[in-house]
Nanobody, 115 residues
Framework: QVRLVESGGGLVQAGGSLRLSCVASGSISRINAMGWYRQAPGKQRELVATITSGGRTNYVDSVKGRFTISWDGARNPLYLQMNSLKPEDTAVYYC?????????WGQGTQVTVSS
């Protein structure tokens, strides 16, 4: 079992920056990909970015050029650097073990961007 704990959320003004972190514990040796997802009020959870152990990244179009996912393997934290934040980025952000469809989720961290 993999346990994931996010941190780094908060309240920021539009145009500001935040860095989210996610630390994994438990059976982490098999993790070969990680992802960040978000869920805004009244909306479905959506993919924000993913990264593989080989460093391959993928971003949803709405965050390209503003967000950067980074990760140096299961024994290191997963990060999401978020710059030029917009009010529409307001959501609960979750990290996920993206090694499989059934991978573990974190409990989420709230990001609120004020206009």
């Amino acid at each position: 079992q993999v346990r994931l704990v996010e941190s780094g959320g908060g309240l920021v003004q539009a145009g500001g920056s935040l860095r989210l972190s996610c630390v994994a514990s438990g059976s982490i040796s098999r993790i070969n990909a990680m992802g960040w997802y978000r869920q805004a009020p009244g909306k479905q959870r959506e993919l924000v970015a993913t990264i593989t152990s080989g460093g391959r990244t993928n971003y949803v179009d709405s965050v390209k050029g503003r967000f950067t996912i980074s990760w140096d393997g299961a024994r290191n934290p997963l990060y999401l650097q978020m710059n030029s934040l917009k009010p529409e980025d307001t959501a609960v952000y979750y990290c996920k073990d993206a090694s499989s469809w059934f991978g573990s989720w974190g409990q989420g961290t709230q990001v609120t961007v004020s206009s």
